[in-house]
């Protein structure tokens, strides 16, 4: 009785010191010596609206969710919708913001039309060097960082992902895509980027083990990308362990969609388990833990020039892609649904910087 007193007390504390620290003019990224990005949607960050006002006070650096994928840019193999884009480097032009290229070569984002020609290897090679050498130089020295290839390596097994790209190019499709990028923009860091390597070690080595090939071959490979899209359960160790192993790369090394959440899930769309049905206050502060954990893991573990930054994957519970893609209610990010501060943001904050 005595303890659930002293837990409740505490509890009430933590959370009232944070929402005292709830400073308007706290900037996350002025406490970080290395960019702090966000992922949003062109339409929230180019119209007025609260998301791109808190973008503005509290991210350096920017991805687009999904408005640079290839769906979304090649809407034919001679048709490039570039206007988004341009206003979008626009944008980080005139506010002093990174924009980070997410993402040239996807399995998920293989337009319908391309899909369509599935089978005409000749074709598809055609039109995908064409693709990422207009699309990289139109933006070269705009865009500071690409994903290059994401996601190219099978869960678990750490072989090739069976892709569109494998079946019709064969595995240089990866070489190819970073060659050609680089000829386009020499200036960018080109990234390899995947999920699930911070905590599945097989895969983690499985990437590695590509990316050192590819360095053999003389393939301008210049960053690793962990997405950290993680679960509390997610143990420190493991992830300090998967951080070390990308820091011996010497690579640029991008935390690249960070959030954090409680459920579980396979995967794959719509499969979430919901075992959680309450965001409790205990809850909120062990996220904030959390991400003050992976925070200080980043400083502590990839030497500074090494890196390139940490970006949340959205940072408002409402908008976050996990609640529609997995079809669970969750808790993910730093603000709530009413845009507030959550203990995660004032957690992710205090990694950020040394005490
Ligand atoms: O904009 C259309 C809308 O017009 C339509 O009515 C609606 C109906 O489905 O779909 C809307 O598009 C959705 C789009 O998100 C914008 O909300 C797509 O269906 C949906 O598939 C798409 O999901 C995105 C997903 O990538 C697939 O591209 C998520 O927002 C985005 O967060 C997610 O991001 C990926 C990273 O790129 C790579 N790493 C994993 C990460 C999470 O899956």
């Known amino acids: 009785m005595i303890i659930k007193l002293i837990r409740t ?9 944070a929402n005292r620290a709830n400073d308007p003019d706290t900037s996350l990224h002025e406490h970080a010596v290395f960019p702090v990005g966000t992922a949003i949607s062109a339409n929230n960050l180019l119209a007025d609206n609260p998301l791109r006002e808190i973008t503005l006070d509290q991210f350096n650096s920017i991805t687009m969710e999904n ?8 809407k034919g193999p001679e048709l490039y919708r570039w206007k988004i884009v341009d206003s ?51 933006y070269k020295g705009k865009v500071a ?37 680089h000829a386009a923009d020499p200036g960018a860091v080109l990234f390899y980027n995947d999920y699930n390597i911070e905590r599945d070690t097989v895969k983690l080595h499985a990437t590695l083990n590509m990316i050192e090939k590819l360095q053999s071959e003389n393939v301008p490979v ?11 359960d997610v143990p420190n160790d493991v992830i300090a362990y998967a ?39 205990s809850m909120a502060l062990a996220q ?37 893609f997995f079809n669970i209610h969750d808790w993910p990010t730093l603000y ?14 205090n990694g950020l910087h040394s005490e």
């Not at 007390?9 to 010191?17: D, G, H, N, P």
């Open 336 to 349: 709530d649904d009413s845009l507030k501060r959550k203990p995660a943001y004032y957690g992710f904050l």
């Open 9 to 17: 007390i505490i509890i009430v504390l933590c959370v009232s010191c």
């Open 222 to 232: 210049s960053g690793i990308g962990l997405q950290m899209h993680i679960r509390m």
């Open 67 to 74: 408005d640079m994928k290839m769906r979304s840019i090649a």
């Open 145 to 181: 960082g690409w994903d290059i290839v994401n996601e190219a390596i099978s869960d678990s097994a750490g072989t090739m992902r069976n892709t569109f790209w494998l079946e019709n190019l064969g595995q240089d499709y990866i070489a190819d895509a970073f060659n050609l990028a």
């Open 88 to 138: 979008v480097v626009h944008f980080c032009e005139n506010n002093d913001k990174r924009l980070h290229g997410h993402v040239l070569i996807w399995h998920s984002s293989v337009p319908g039309w391309l899909r369509e020609m599935d089978g005409q290897t000749d074709s598809i090679r055609n039109f995908t060097e064409k693709y990422i050498t207009k699309y990289v130089t139109r």
């Open 243 to 281: 951080l070390q192993k990308c820091a011996e790369t010497g690579l640029q090394v991008h935390i690249s969609e960070l959030d954090i959440i409680f459920n579980k899930h396979n995967d794959t769309k719509a499969g979430g388990i919901q075992q959680y049905t309450e965001f409790t206050d």
């Open 288 to 324: 904030g833990d959390k991400y003050k954990a992976i925070a200080e893991m980043y400083r502590t573990i990839i030497p500074e020039d090494q890196q390139y930054g940490i970006t949340v994957w959205g940072f408002d519970d409402g908008g976050s892609w996990i609640r529609s």
